[in-house]
T-cell receptor, first 114, second 112 residues
Framework: DVKVTQSSRYLVKRTGEKVFLECVQD?????MFWYRQDPGLGLRLIYF???????EKGDIPEGYSVSREKKERFSLILESASTNQTSMYLC?????????????FGEGSRLTVL | GENVEQHPSTLSVQEGDSAVIKCTYS??????FPWYKQELGKRPQLIID?????GEKKDQRIAVTLNKTAKHFSLHITETQPEDSAVYFC???????????FGTGTSLTVIP
């Protein structure tokens, strides 16, 4: 059973704070993704990674950065949180690349920025 | 990049009736079309997928059809049950962007 674990289910931060969202997968998947989920907007890709130390921008990378120092861990960083980054953040991993194959999602991290 | 549109945004059906959710995509290079179900407070999970070399795929009460010429694909749920109530997302992948593009979701409510 694939397990994708997000370190925090709920976070409350203040405007300007630095925020780290951690994601770990235990199935040796090459590919990892960070999505943002907002009502009426679906799942929007922030960043993805096909290999260690490799990252590519998704559709909405502004205000975010990522880190993948180890294969199993993919971190999302908000350098200076803003209120418009209040959202649900979903991490996912997949075995197959090139946008093919099943995505395994974490439980999500709900971030509120005050 | 790819653009995936999904309709309707909300859908209510009586238990036992069928439900149909439709998606269109723009990138003719897309060749993989999964559907995810997200129950309230839970993570999205894959329920069925189809690749561009087939036109239809069934798994018990759910089926997906794909029309490559028209660039649209649909999810069909027959004999709906209350546990089918959830948000359903379509997606397109394997395209020129090498990533998945999701629709905006359909909130399905099955009324007992």
């Amino acid at each position: 059973d694939v397990k994708v674990t997000q370190s925090s289910r709920y976070l409350v931060k203040r405007t300007g704070e630095k925020v780290f969202l951690e994601c770990v997968q235990d199935m040796d998947h090459e590919n990892m993704f960070w999505y943002r989920q907002d009502p009426g907007l679906g799942l929007r890709l922030i960043y993805f990674s096909y290999d260690v130390k490799m990252k590519e921008k998704g559709d909405i990378p502004e205000g975010y950065s990522v880190s993948r120092e180890k294969k199993e861990r993919f971190s999302l960083i908000l350098e200076s949180a803003s209120t418009n980054q209040t959202s649900m953040y979903l991490c996912a991993s997949s075995l197959l690349g090139q946008g093919s194959g099943e995505l395994f999602f974490g439980e999500g991290s709900r971030l509120t920025v005050l | 990049g790819e653009n995936v549109e999904q309709h309707p945004s909300t859908l209510s059906v009586q238990e036992g009736d069928s439900a149909v959710i439709k998606c269109t995509y723009s990138d003719s290079a897309s060749n993989y079309f999964p559907w995810y179900k997200q129950e309230l407070g839970k993570r999205p999970q894959l329920i069925i997928d189809i690749r561009s070399n087939v036109g239809e795929k069934k798994d018990q009460r759910i089926a997906v059809t794909l029309n490559k010429t028209a660039k649209h694909f649909s999810l069909h749920i027959t004999e709906t049950q209350p546990e089918d109530s959830a948000v359903y997302f379509c997606a397109a992948g394997g395209n020129t962007g090498n990533q998945f593009y999701f629709g905006t979701g359909t909130s399905l409510t099955v009324i007992p």
